[in-house]
Structure formats: C-alpha cells, structure tokens
C-alpha cells in the first residue's frame, strides 16, 4: 500500500479460478472468505466476495464491473510474481491491460519465470519503474511495474502441505455461526 500510494486495499475472494482444480487445488469458498476476513481484520485491506455476488468468474470481467460500479475510483491490479507466468493464460489479459495499471509484487525465486514469462514478450514495452510506482495515477494504460519489497516466504502452497485441513477451523466457525 505505501509503495503505491494506496487508500486502501480490496482483496477479490475467487469463488473459483479457471486455471485451477477446484477439488484439489482450492478449499471451500466459504473458508477462504472467512480467513481472508480474519487476515485483514483492523487494516486498510477489505476481503470481498464481490465476485461471488456478482457472477463474474474472469478478472477483466469483475474489473469491467468494478469500474462500471465504481466510476470515481481509480483502481491498480495488483498480481503476485508467480502468477505473471500464467498470465497470458487468462481470457482476455491483453484487455485487462488495457483496463488499469499492473503492480507486480515480488515473490522469491519467481523473478526470473516472471520476467521471461510469454505475457511479457508484449507487457516489457509497458513497464514502468519501480521508484515511479506512487505515480501509476498518472500512468496511461497498458502499464506494468514490478515492485521490490521485502521478499515475503509465505506460500499458500506450502501452508496447505503444511496443513491440508486448515480451512476445517473456518467452516466449523461458519457452522457455529449460522447454527447456534
């Protein structure tokens, strides 16, 4: 948030993702939404379900949306360096582009896979420096840059292996919640 400037942060909560198994690559929904309420709980992030109650299942989709709903702010895409590999691999990623400004966050040992990802071949005449990133306001889109922040380790992947039932405690909670 400060590396860009931002009033606040609102973190999208997929109902599903196209490019992954649900059953095997996504807890339930529900405790998904819950932990990243639980996570962002007293800070300027704000976990959403607006994909949810709104039907849209692709990024360029929810963000025509948000747009659309919300004409007055002015909205960054923030993306972790391990997902500009696949990005060529969501529907219509050029538009969304086109759409707003890109912030990559950096991830360990993905800069390289980044950086040579193919969505890049067309995306590396649109980077703009990392010292200029509280300026994407004033950027004319397509623009990309990627930030250098503290590295940070954490890796959903490696939660999940470290427990593969963590999202129990979250349903459970929802249970209890709607049947007291």
Known sequence: MAALGLDEVWWLVSPGNPLKDEARD???????LASARAMARRSRIRASD????SGTRYTVDTL?????RFPKHRFVWLMGEDTVAQFHQWKRWRDLAHMVPIAVISRPGYDDDAR???AMGWLRHFVRPASQARNWTEWSVPAIS???LPPDRTSATSLRALNPDWHRRFIS???????P
């Open 26 to 32: 996504m807890a339930p929904y529900e405790a998904r």
């Open 173 to 179: 909670k929802l249970s209890r919640a709607v049947h």
């Open 116 to 118: 040579a990802a193919r």
């Open 146 to 148: 990627f930030l250098r």
């Open 50 to 53: 607006f994909e949810a109650r």
């Open 64 to 68: 025509k949306l948000l747009m659309r």
